[in-house]
């Protein structure tokens, strides 16, 4: 059993900055060898991805956040951070963060932190 905890969500200008952390609990020794990611959904819309990153510190982002997120870890921390900068008001949604586990689950969320971007 695992647990994912995000934090550090809220109302922020536009042009602001923003950083979300999510934190790994309960059964698990390590994240290392896992992938970790942030997803947002916002009304109306479906839940997608906004950046990953894997075990090696590859990452990836969506091309709306491109030059605008930075995903990072650590792993001794079991922890991963999403750095928002320039945020607009389509940024507006709830993040939750994401682990790939093993079987039989593979797939781990968290239970989500608001992000609201107006002035």
């Known amino acids: 059993q695992v647990q994912l905890v995000e934090s550090g969500g809220g109302l922020v200008q536009p042009g602001g900055s923003l950083r979300l952390s999510c934190v790994a609990s309960?059964?698990?020794?390590?994240?290392?060898?896992?992938?970790m990611a942030w997803y947002r959904q916002a009304p109306g819309k479906q839940r997608e991805l906004v950046a990953a990153?894997?075990?090696?510190?590859?990452?990836n982002y969506a091309d709306s956040v491109q030059g605008r997120a930075t995903i990072s870890r650590d792993d001794a921390k079991k922890m991963v951070y999403l750095q928002m900068n320039s945020l607009k008001p389509e940024d507006s949604a709830v993040y939750y963060c994401?682990?790939?586990?093993?079987?039989?689950?593979?797939?781990?969320w968290g239970q989500g932190t608001q992000v609201t971007v107006s002035s």
């Open positions: 994401y682990m790939n586990g093993e079987w039989p689950i593979y797939d781990y």
């Open positions: 309960g059964v698990i020794n390590s994240i290392n060898l896992h992938t």
């Open positions: 990153i894997t075990r090696s510190s590859t990452t």
